[in-house]
């Protein structure tokens, strides 16, 4: 079994900055792709960025030049570095993992419980 457990989500005013963090743990043999999403009240979900195990990133036009994904994949961990935030960014942020289950043999989707973030003054 493989769980994805996130952390840094909160309150912080338009312009501020917060660091999400994302770890996975359980029966891993490798993990390809890591990513955030996110979900607004009434909204669907949607892809904020993802990284490969390389390092290649992809990010969604509306975060581009503010948020960074990295990834430590020593510690099977993935980083979302969040800064001018805008009310619009209002979400809970959900990370997501493409995991080589060891038991299963195979790669499976994992997502974390998600972690509130909201922006206001």
């Known amino acids: 079994q493989v769980q994805l457990v996130e952390s840094g989500g909160g309150l912080v005013q338009p312009g501020g900055s917060l660091r999400l963090s994302c770890a996975a743990s359980?029966?891993?043999?490798?993990?390809?792709?890591m990513g955030w999403y996110r979900q607004a009240p009434g909204k669907q979900r949607e892809l904020v960025a993802d990284?490969?195990?390389?390092?290649?990133?992809n990010y969604n036009e509306s975060v581009k030049g503010r948020f960074t994904i990295s990834r430590d994949n020593a510690k099977n961990t993935v980083y979302l570095q969040m800064n001018s935030l805008k009310p619009e960014d209002t979400a809970v942020y959900y990370c997501?993992?493409?995991?080589?289950?060891?038991?299963?043999?195979?790669?499976?989707?994992?997502w974390g419980q998600g972690t509130l973030v909201t922006v206001s003054s």
């Open positions: 990284i490969t195990n390389g390092g290649r990133t």
């Open positions: 359980g029966s891993i043999f490798s993990i390809s792709a």
């Open positions: 997501n993992a493409d995991v080589f289950e060891v038991n299963v043999a195979g790669f499976l989707e994992v």
